[in-house]
Nanobody, 126 residues
Framework: QVQLVESGGGLVQAGGSLRLSCAPS????????MGWFRQAPGKEREFVAA????????YYADSVKGRFTISRDNAAHPVYLQMNSLKPEDTAVYFC???????????????????WGQGTQVTVSS
């Protein structure tokens, strides 16, 4: 099965920026709706951002709105998550996800996605 591969995580000071990337292991993988989620120690995985297959529509959690930007070029891969003004509470493992279905769905629900990456650690120091 196709794997999603995240990159770009790391350690950054509060107020800094990081850009995460997510690309499929198979270049023939279609241009599907995709999302970013994160999971901090002891917490449930939570929605961060999502993007439509074309890139025309984007969605954000309230906690990151105005600071994070999800994007993709011309309905292609990879999908990016630009994270600015990072806060210590943004520290988590970040996962990208995809669903090979173009029907309407709830972008915030993990069960809507059937492909997941292994995650990349983002640590924001105060």
């Amino acid at each position: 099965q196709v794997q999603l591969v995240e990159s770009g995580g790391g350690l950054v000071q509060a107020g800094g920026s990081l850009r995460l990337s997510c690309a499929p292991s198979d270049r023939t993988f279609g241009s599907y709706p995709m999302g970013w989620f994160r999971q901090a120690p002891g917490k449930e995985r939570e929605f961060v951002a999502a993007i439509s297959w074309s890139g025309d529509s984007t969605y954000y959690a309230d906690s990151v709105k105005g600071r994070f930007t999800i994007s993709r070029d011309n309905a292609a891969h990879p999908v990016y998550l630009q994270m600015n003004s990072l806060k210590p509470e943004d520290t988590a493992v970040y996962f990208c996800a995809a669903r090979d279905d173009y029907s309407d769905y709830d972008v915030r629900r993990t069960y809507e996605y059937n492909y997941w990456g292994q995650g990349t650690q983002v640590t924001v120091s105060s």
